[in-house]
């Protein structure tokens, strides 16, 4: 859970939004889904072995779990 709050703490710095990123949501709930996502992406930037389509199919895991 502390992760997750960090997720959103890095909401608050994170500007950029990735547009082809959860195109199937809702569009109220996307550019959230979209903002959120960048920021998890940043926080994993680090780590090589974690390709954007785990990180995807992680984040969407959170964000289905705690939004929809």
């Known amino acids: 859970m502390n992760c997750f709050l960090f997720h959103f703490h ?8 990735v547009p082809t990123i959860g ?3 809702h ?3 996307q ?6 996502f960048t920021a998890t992406k ?3 930037k680090g780590r090589k072995h974690l390709t954007d ?3 995807t199919m992680y984040h969407r895991y959170v964000f ?3 939004f929809l």
Not at 10 to 17: D, G, H, P
């Open 31 to 36: 550019v959230l889904f979209e903002i959120t």
């Open 42 to 44: 940043e926080v994993y």
């Open 64 to 66: 289905n779990t705690f």
């Open 53 to 55: 389509s785990r990180l």
């Open 27 to 29: 569009p109220k709930t």
């Open 23 to 25: 195109q199937n949501y």
């Open 10 to 17: 890095a909401l608050l710095r994170i500007s950029k939004v």
